[in-house]
């Protein structure tokens, strides 16, 4: 395949339009009215076919909620199994992986002998949400959930998530869970 | 101070009786976003020195990937040029990559050079925007963020995030493209390349922009290549260089896209050599798509990457190697590898040595902005102080490449 | 002059070759390697100059652009190459140069002891490795004899020590110091 | 009651009524209505340009008329900001600057005519605050004072930025004033008269517009009037990215919205200018006076008729105005600025010379007949 050199006009003599400003500053006038004129019109539109006909791009963010992919990395969760309790086991993987050292755990176990975290706590305060807890977790418990709001509060001692409030029942989680079996479990990445 | 003053022995100031005005155009100043301070002596208006102090954005990015594991390092470098982030991930793996001396596979290949050419627009639309911006052409502006934006929901579908892709790992990716790609990529892209001609018709013919960008901050061919200019503002002085056509990475070699190549060196010439890029890029994207081989996207070598999850949920020792790839680290073999990327705005490389263990022993990033900035008085000294806004803004300092 | 094998694909470039034979007679090659395609020269610090001036002027090796300069702090590793522990060697400074027209690269090493971390400034030869050799003595205190200002470029002047020496320490904690006017 | 009625019709003190009726309506026009306006118009106007929505939030009880209520917020935040005076600035000049700044764009006004002559009830109405004769140079004179203002502001308040803005103000707005001057020699040459009114007069017969005969000097005085008030793409004086803000980067609280609104109050009579020197003033083309007046006369009756025709002569005036104001507000969002030295060798070395051959070009016009005697 060709890679070629390609050279740059620089314009170099202006044209004698150009050299009067005039006309060239009304061909720029033009484009932004141009883009005014539909952006007004799309207003119109909207009012009577409803927002998808709007041409301005920004969203009227309070009133509006913003379309989240999938792969979006949001406030990182843990998941709450069907019984109740959580499914983490307190393997200390994400502890270790997790680049600014953010999460702490202290495991205990219970009567049955099943692992659990008796204190998870997740400093907000120092999470860049880059996802490595959720890449490395064995048992899929901790998850990048897509909540983006309220996450910064006036006080770090708020930001500092315990257990109890990381803990979201599965079924809330269960896009996000959906996404990660398509990237870490599919055959398409590995064999 | 005029030549033939100095002949005569005249001295202006002291016969007036003026003296030159020093100022500090600090840190905190609307043109030097925060990163670097120019301590400027102006006589008048003209700038008689200029030292440029840099240093505001040090993050120890060196210092901290001596501490972290190699596949814990893809985060820093997302905050390097933090305009295309992905690029800088991309340069690090394929350093790792060169220093193991494994090779990544064909789709890995074609995702890495597609997303590297989308960060790179990104770059130039960041840089382009608010070039145009500080020179008052505020709607231009907008148009460039409204494209980046655009741009940058594709690759957050993509990566996650909008700024940190954190995307890349050794030896490949984190997932594939998401489902319904490559309609969003048409869709956007059409807007986008209307958004271009918009920003085009509005700049490049207007003689206002074309008397403040021509003939200022220019630099001959023979001091670029003395000062170590690399990218775009080596391409506008004449000197074809590109990483991806001199030596050809990834998926470069099969691509067919122009290098724009100016002639004088000026500022003109830097704006008109990224705004041609932004163009190539969307071909290279687009051409990658269509050539985008199925497969997988990860080595096959289990010792270089991320066991699958079903296999370290179910079987007894990829769980045990997970566990001790995660809390050890790669073990990457002792050596040293340098890899050159072209990142938004020049030979961006990565020198990485290593003793063997799971962490870095040194993690160099060759940052292009830092040489540009350095020629930044050679550049600037004698012309006017309005001079040094656009020609601080093409030669693109990003502070976290900068000062890393 | 030893000779390490060459991983990464085998036979010696041109560029090595060239290198090899102008600069070995000279004396003043310490080591060469090509690992994983990098050809590699390893110099005493004293004929810096001189083998950069050659590279730079030779006529087949026209290495015109200086791409990168860096510094690495060998101390508790120095088994890692063969030349370091006789020298008594720890840091090694260490240039990237790129030919434009050859298209061709080379890396230059020059290993230093602690006591006297002295090599020659290269600004003579390629005006751009200003700041990079300020650089290389900001963080790891290797001085460059003969540079115009070698001062700190990343860090404070009242910055004390070179923080990417591996014995400072990384949660060490620099004095305080008052506004500086 | 009677005896206020009989104080009311002497002569002087009806005249004075009327002149401080019509300050009240220049002084509402341009303060109360145009400068919130025009903080409006510039916020939506260029959101609409570039794509977004602009101002839409400042609501009372939720109902934010679509960010008209913007200007309002913003008198009332910045009536609470700090009032703030550098340390080491000249504490008196530092207040004193924006007075000086925005009184000369106020005091314009009195010369420009929104209207024509009207009787109503058997007084002689004339629209314009101050008839007088050499309104032309009054305007010119006022507009210099201004300078003062703007240089003030940037010596006195201590800081590097605002004295470099304050020099380009000073040395830019005494160029443009020069040229401005002489764009319209051309026109007075035409209209034989100084006075705005006569010249508006002669404007009846929309083919003596100043626009038709004139419209290279249009362009020029368009030009050198958005240079004299330092606006895109003339702003070196306070162009955000040189010089952080120019002369008012000191400037906090009632002190920069007052020069804000010298900014918007100059805009606006610069339109008045052109609307009164190249547009009919008040005159809808093609349609004469007198036909109005009888028009309206017979239907209503005749004073009533004169006031509703008065009326539409203020209502067409304030029509150009707006499209003006709109002109100019689309050059401020797509042109990028000049360097300071452009824009003194366009002034000095582009414009003034055009202006000469436009002065010369008129001369010879009207001695060859060419150009019609209004």
């Not at chain 2, 961006?348 to 930044?376: D, E, H, I, M, Q």
Request: with cysteine; glycine share 8%; aromatic share 10%.
């Amino acid at each position: 395949m060709a890679i070629n050199i390609k050279k740059v006009d620089r314009n170099v003599s202006m044209t004698f339009l150009e050299r009067m400003y005039i006309p060239y500053m009304l061909h720029g006038m033009w484009v932004a009215i141009r883009h005014a004129a539909i952006n007004m019109l799309g207003f119109f539109e909207e009012i009577l076919a409803g927002k998808s006909k709007r041409q301005v791009m920004t969203l009227f963010y309070p009133e509006e909620y913003p379309d989240i992919p999938p792969a979006y990395r949001g406030k990182p969760t843990l998941v709450r199994r069907d019984d109740g309790l959580e499914a983490c086991v307190a393997c200390g993987l994400c502890e270790a992986a997790c680049p600014p050292l953010c999460i702490s755990i202290i495991g205990g176990e219970r009567e049955n002998g099943e692992r659990y975290p008796v204190t998870y706590t997740l400093d907000g305060t120092r999470c860049i949400y880059c996802g490595f807890c959720e890449e490395v977790c064995p048992k899929e418990a901790i998850v990048m959930s897509d909540r983006f709001q309220g996450l910064c509060e006036y006080d770090r001692e708020k930001m500092i998530y315990d257990k109890e409030s990381l803990l979201v029942p599965r079924e809330k989680l269960q896009k996000r869970l959906d996404t990660i079996r398509n990237k870490y479990f599919s055959e398409k990445r590995y064999r | 101070m005029r030549e033939e003053d100095k002949e005569r022995g005249y001295d202006f100031h002291k016969a007036s009786h003026t003296e030159t005005m020093t100022i500090n155009m600090g840190p905190s100043h609307p043109a030097t976003h925060g990163t670097v301070k120019f301590f400027l002596t102006l006589d008048g208006e003209t700038i008689e020195d200029i030292d440029v102090e840099i240093g505001y954005l040090h993050r120890a990015f060196e210092k901290e990937c001596e501490a972290q594991k190699w596949n814990g390092v893809f985060p820093y470098t997302d905050r390097l040029d933090y305009t295309a982030s992905v690029l800088n991930n991309v340069g690090y793996a394929m350093a790792a990559e060169k220093l193991i001396g494994i090779e990544v596979p064909e789709r890995c290949k074609y995702l890495r050079t597609m997303i590297s050419e989308m960060a790179r627009m990104s770059g130039h639309y960041t840089n382009v925007g608010a070039g145009a911006l500080e020179l008052g052409a505020l709607t231009a502006f907008i148009y460039f963020i409204e494209a980046r934006e655009l741009l940058w929901d594709l690759i957050e579908s993509i990566c996650g995030a909008r700024l940190t892709h954190n995307y890349v790992r050794i030896g490949g990716l984190t997932n594939d493209l998401p489902d319904g790609f490559r309609e969003n990529v048409k869709r956007v892209f059409a807007k986008n390349r209307k958004l271009w001609d918009d920003f085009d018709i509005m700049l490049t013919k207007n003689r206002i922009f074309l008397d403040r960008m021509r003939d200022t901050g220019g630099i001959s061919q023979k001091d670029a290549i003395a000062w170590g200019f690399t990218g775009p503002c080596l391409r506008a002085a004449g000197v074809p260089y590109d990483v991806r056509r001199a030596q050809p990475y990834l998926m470069y070699d099969r691509m067919n896209f122009d290098i724009p190549v100016g002639s004088t060196g000026d500022n003109f010439d830097r704006y008109l050599v990224r705004m041609e890029e932004i163009k190539q890029s969307m071909s290279i994207v687009e051409q990658c798509l269509e050539q985008m081989p199925e497969g997988p996207i990860n080595v096959d070598d289990a010792r270089w990457r991320m066991p699958s999850k079903d296999d370290s949920s179910t079987k007894m020792e990829p769980l045990i190697f997970h566990f001790k790839q995660i809390i050890e680290g790669q073990s990457i073999p002792a050596g040293e590898a340098y890899q050159a990327v072209e990142g938004a705005n020049g030979e961006l490389g990565f020198y990485l040595v290593s003793n063997g263990g799971g962490k870095p022993w040194k993690c160099r990033v060759r940052p292009p902005s830092f040489a540009l900035t350095s020629a930044l008085p050679l550049l600037v000294k004698g012309s006017m102080l309005a001079d040094l806004i656009p020609t601080f803004d093409m030669i693109n300092l990003i502070g976290g490449e900068c000062d890393r | 002059m030893s000779e390490e094998k060459n991983s990464g694909q085998g036979g010696v470039s041109d560029v090595m070759a060239r290198a090899k034979a102008v600069l070995g007679p000279m004396g003043v090659l310490i080591h060469t390697h090509c690992q994983h395609g990098d050809d590699t020269l390893v110099v005493q610090a004293e004929d810096i100059l001189k083998v950069m001036e050659f590279l730079r002027e030779d006529k087949s090796l026209r290495f015109d652009m200086m791409m990168d300069l860096t510094a690495v702090d060998y101390l508790g590793a120095e088994e890692m190459h063969p030349y370091l522990k006789p020298m008594k060697a720890r840091f090694e400074v260490v240039y990237h140069l790129y030919s434009i027209e050859k298209n061709h690269r080379i890396r230059v090493k020059v290993p230093l002891t602690e006591e006297s971390p002295f090599v020659d400034s290269i600004t003579g030869i390629w005006v751009g490795a200003d700041w990079f050799e300020r650089e290389a003595w900001d963080l790891y205190g290797v001085v460059f004899r003969g540079h115009p200002n070698l001062k700190r470029i990343l860090l404070y002047e009242e910055f004390e020590g070179h923080p990417l020496r591996k014995d400072y320490g990384k949660m060490k904690r620099q004095p305080l110091i008052g506004p500086v006017n | 009651m009677d005896s206020i009625v009989s104080l009311i019709t002497q002569p002087l003190v009806l005249e004075l009524l009327i002149t401080l009726v019509k300050i009240g309506f220049i002084l509402g026009l341009t303060i109360g209505f145009f400068a919130p306006m025009l903080a409006w118009v510039e916020r939506k106007q260029s959101a609409i340009m570039q794509d977004r929505v602009g101002a839409n939030r400042a609501g009372v009880f939720g109902i934010t008329v679509i960010g008209l209520l913007h200007s309002l917020a913003d008198a009332i935040k910045l009536i609470f900001k700090e009032d703030f005076i550098p340390r080491g600035a000249e504490r008196g000049l530092h207040t004193l600057a924006p007075v000086i700044a925005i009184i000369p764009s106020l005091v314009v006004f009195a010369v420009i005519p929104f209207g024509g002559q009207y009787t109503l009830w058997g007084h002689e109405v004339n629209l314009v605050i101050a008839d007088l004769d050499v309104g032309l140079l009054y305007v010119f004179a006022i507009g210099s004072l201004a300078t003062y203002g703007v240089v003030i502001a940037g010596w006195s308040s201590n800081n590097n930025w605002s004295l470099l803005g304050g020099l380009r103000a000073s040395a830019q707005m005494f160029s443009y004033e020069v040229t401005m001057g002489l764009t319209v020699i051309g026109l007075v040459m035409f209209y034989q008269s100084l006075s705005l009114v006569d010249i508006v007069a002669k404007q009846e017969n929309f083919w003596h517009w100043g626009i038709i005969w004139h419209f290279p000097a249009f362009v020029l005085f368009l030009g050198c009037a958005v240079a004299e008030n330092k606006r895109v793409p003339f702003d070196a004086p306070e162009a955000e990215a040189e010089l952080v803000a120019g002369y008012f980067t000191e400037y906090s609280g009632m002190k920069f919205v007052m020069f804000w609104t010298a900014e918007f109050l100059e805009m606006v009579s610069i339109s008045g200018m052109c609307v009164a020197l190249f547009l009919g003033g008040h005159h809808i083309p093609f349609v004469t006076q007198k036909f109005l007046l009888t028009a309206f006369g017979d239907l209503l009756g005749q004073d009533i008729g004169a006031v509703v025709v008065m009326l539409i002569g203020v209502g067409v005036f304030i029509t150009k105005l707006v499209i003006l104001l709109v002109l100019q507000m689309t050059i401020r969002w797509t042109m990028p600025r000049f360097r300071y030295d452009q824009i003194m060798k366009l002034g000095w070395k582009m414009i003034l010379p055009l202006s000469l051959c436009w002065i010369f070009l008129v001369g010879v016009g009207i001695l060859t007949g060419v150009m019609p005697r209004p």
